[in-house]
């Protein structure tokens, strides 16, 4: 075997962690007074702060202010090795798992807690129009695309193309979708105006596409309602109802059940320049590679079924957790139930994950892994967001200014490492008295093509 | 004539300027009060402060901080419109510009202002193994490349190929060669170490190699001897007299005069797997370009010769300023001296040639260029730096802790913006006590290639 990794000195149990997600995180922190040798693989060098990366998207925050560099997360954990490497191929029989660069590293006990990405349900060709947002490279895309929209549009004398420039689309209203519309319209009405010599900013249509008959289904209904008028008065069209047939790089055919806007079933167009896709998540492949290797089972998005102490059904040494998991909660007393695939829920069953591995390593029985349910937020825009709070006494919602000061302060609060908290709060803080946005920063810029545009 | 503009409502004279940086920036600033009609266009949608941008590469600083939105600078200037273009030729006689879309801007009075870019010497074939550093995208390519080559030597079994990744290389001992490899010594000696579990980070090389007799030629001797010491003290060995004569992706083949460490003449071969250039500049081929349409001159290192009031001789409507001149500065009884490529130079004439065209509206005669020289301040690291300030009691020189203080506030002040100046000063702060550098983000990765090893 060839592994880039030392051999276990003291023979310690060697736990491999794949992804360095949410899950990945919490379960590498939750070893860290045991006794075994830890090593966390990610494609990539930081932990990504996922619930703001829309504001990264938006120019609103630049990248360090939401992305922690792994190592430097887990500099005194001295049981636990980074390694940067993508993981493509688990081998459970030999215990090891491959990575991109032809090496592999073995394991007695694995954490996989690879994510999820975007899908776009079997039409693959339309994501170089719509880009979905899950890593930091898919934001500096989505960013530079709506920038160089503006300034595309400022170029453009024909009338009817400039405006295909400021038709902004997001596809599907779940939690990105909401917040990309409603900062979108905030930059178009608030930020960007008076910069602008040929085109009025705020004349750029947002709008917002949803396949299903509210926004933010995840959310009881009312909140659902809230949120539909906070988009609305924040200047974001939404269309409900409306499912994509077709994407290309002039706009979206658009199918509609019923809406004010548009009666029922009828096929239209958009034009538009600038498309998000919000639409769809899939679990990682490593889920439906790992699901033909062991004969487990994987759900419709390719999420791998586990027992409910997270391990595989047969293979005790391997844990799901995290988007990649199809889990159930098992509250003492009552019927399991599906976790939800949200960050709180993923670090929770990292420290289970982690917890029943130690269990396993002192010879006691693991246990039931049970979703301690606190609640749901989501963002809409400025001052504007909907919170859901389980509580004893039954759930506790509101929304509007009160509900956007708590998920503010949810999400400052739960970002890692104390510098990037202060900057955060210094950059929102500057954005909201001044209406800048000041991530507004292109690279890579090549002229903005435009092949409908004789000049091009 | 296909213009992206609208044409001149009121038929005011029509000032373009092309790049915003120093130079530009400070002539368009110079102009919001004048009765004209005034274009702005630059390759990239912000002002870089370029004196900043070693910390971008360095994982110090964010892009956001360092780059300012052109729009945003002048979204209260009323006289200026911002245009997102690259200039790809200048034509005199059809007083206009040709733009990379194939669209041409008109001009009444042009100021060229399109900067410089690295230059190999006629080596082109060098810089995908060095690359240099101007703008945001190689920063970024340099971070990616210095954090990769840490994260490789971790993986890495072999000893030789091991150091190969820990000698980082910098060519050319000028401002900017001195700030990275001060700062490189400072990432591996202080910032990085605790961080990997296999690899002493401090066991890194930092090589600056220097085709002359000294670091800081434009420096005073003595405090050339000052940054000497003080990159020794930080860990950073300087070869001096020692000429690149060959580079490729394992590393540099170095021809070197005399050296303590090597003598003299002979030829040497540096293993380093990441390497950077910081020993030429080239104007912008803008500059040949112009000439050849005007049949003015240009120097070796392709400036265009300008006449003492910056405008180019029998083209009285074209000024060119900054580094793309080359100027003469005429101080009242005295011989004309040329004038440095720094930017407090490129911020004078922009400022002249601004107030030049106002007087050429006015009927009035132009005034020569006097550049008023205040000194020249260099950084090498942590508490390290040179300043040599001019003043009428002749000069004052010094280095060390309090030189550093006085470099750190002289570039946090001349930042623009004042947001900017906040974030930079407590990520400073911030990094100061800490030694942590947060800006360690790097994307679009694939696994470090390394045709070397058979791994890949």
Known sequence: MNSPLPPS???????LIIGCGFGGLEAARALRRATVQVTLVDRTNHHLFQPLLYQVATAGLSAPAIAAPIR???RRQNNLTTLLGEVTAIRPAERCVQLRDGSTLAYDHLIVAAGATHSYFGRDDWAPFAPGLKTLDDAFDIRRR????????????????????LNFVVVGAGPTGVEMAGTLAEIARHTLPGEFRRIDPASAKVILLEGGSRVLQAMPETLSQRALEQLERLGVEVRLQARVTAIDETGLTVESGSSPHHPATNSYQINSRCMVWAAGVAASPLGRQLAEATGCDTDRAGRVRVQPDLSLPGQAAISVIGDLACANS??????????????????QMGRAAAANILRRLAGKDTRPFHYADYGNLATIGRNSAVVDL???AGPVRFSGYFAWLFWLFAHVYFLIGFRNRLVVLLDWAWAYWSFARYARVVTGIATPKDPASPRQ
Chains 1, 2 share one sequence.
């Open 146 to 165: 709506i920038l160089l929209a503006f300034e595309a549009a400022e170029k453009e004398d024909d009338p009817q193309r400039r405006a295909a420039w």
């Open 72 to 74: 430097h997360l887990f």
């Open 9 to 15: 000195p003291a023979a310690l149990p060697r736990v």
């Open 390 to 392: 389980a509580s004893p």
């Open 330 to 347: 098992h509250a003492p007393g009552k019927e399991p139930t599906p976790v939800p695939g949200v960050s709180p829920a993923a670090k």
